[in-house]
């Protein structure tokens, strides 16, 4: 596990971006939880953190698609296919992630714009 950011760094409803192992991964807290996505919408790779996060769903900024962050789990048109959620543990009063550098999102399958 990772750490990324301390835990008092992120408030309830919000998200930033945070890069761990050459990831770059959308770190938010809702519910008193804490998710982690890779930051990079699965349709034009646009970054999901410049997005709208509205409960546990964050909003593409480009073309609006929405995902799960509690899964990475598409939501909406246009995109079609998950991203990648990562596991969250919180240790020492920081945000941990596990990520590797294996974890770099695969190239785009655009859909219809
Ligand atoms: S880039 Fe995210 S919906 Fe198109």
Redesign the pocket.
Known sequence: MIPVLPIAALDDGEMTRVTANGVDVMVCQVQGQFYALADR??????A?SNGKLSGFEVR??????RFDVRTGACKSP??TFPVKAFPVTLEGGKVCIAVSADDKPPP?RFGP?
């Open positions: 919408c699965s349709h034009a790779r646009q999901l593409c900024p480009l073309h609006g698609a246009p995109a785009p714009i």
